[in-house]
Nanobody
Framework: QVQLVESGGGLVQAGGSLRLSCAASGRTFRSRAMGWFRQAPGKEREFVAAVSGSGDTTEYADSVKGRFTISRDNAKNTDYLRMVSLKPEDTAVYYC????????????????????WGQGTQVTVSS
């Protein structure tokens, strides 16, 4: 089982930036596929960004493309979501999710594809 702990959320003004971290522990594999999702009040959880287990393929939701960047530090077993030019509509609880793979280039965009989830971190963007 993989444990995921997120950090880095907070309150920021529109146009500002944040970097979310997702530290993995437990039965982790370097070749884990990672996804970031978010859920705003009264809305369903939605896909934000994901990286393949091989680390060479990323995908982003259209709403964040060009503003958010997903990255990984293998030495620290930590994944990051760098968010710039934040907008009020980015306000949500952000979750990271992991799926152990075997260096596959497949990117998973659906929440049901991930068995391991973090607790979530609140991001609030004021106008």
């Amino acid at each position: 089982q993989v444990q995921l702990v997120e950090s880095g959320g907070g309150l920021v003004q529109a146009g500002g930036s944040l970097r979310l971290s997702c530290a993995a522990s437990g039965r982790t594999f370097r070749s884990r596929a990672m996804g970031w999702f978010r859920q705003a009040p009264g809305k369903e959880r939605e896909f934000v960004a994901a990286v393949s287990g091989s680390g060479d393929t990323t995908e982003y939701a259209d709403s964040v493309k060009g503003r958010f960047t997903i990255s990984r530090d293998n030495a620290k077993n930590t994944d990051y979501l760098r968010m710039v030019s934040l907008k009020p509509e980015d306000t949500a609880v952000y979750y990271c999710a992991a799926r152990n793979t075997y260096y596959s280039s497949t990117v998973y965009r659906t929440a049901n594809d991930y068995p391991n989830w973090g607790q979530g971190t609140q991001v609030t963007v004021s106008s």
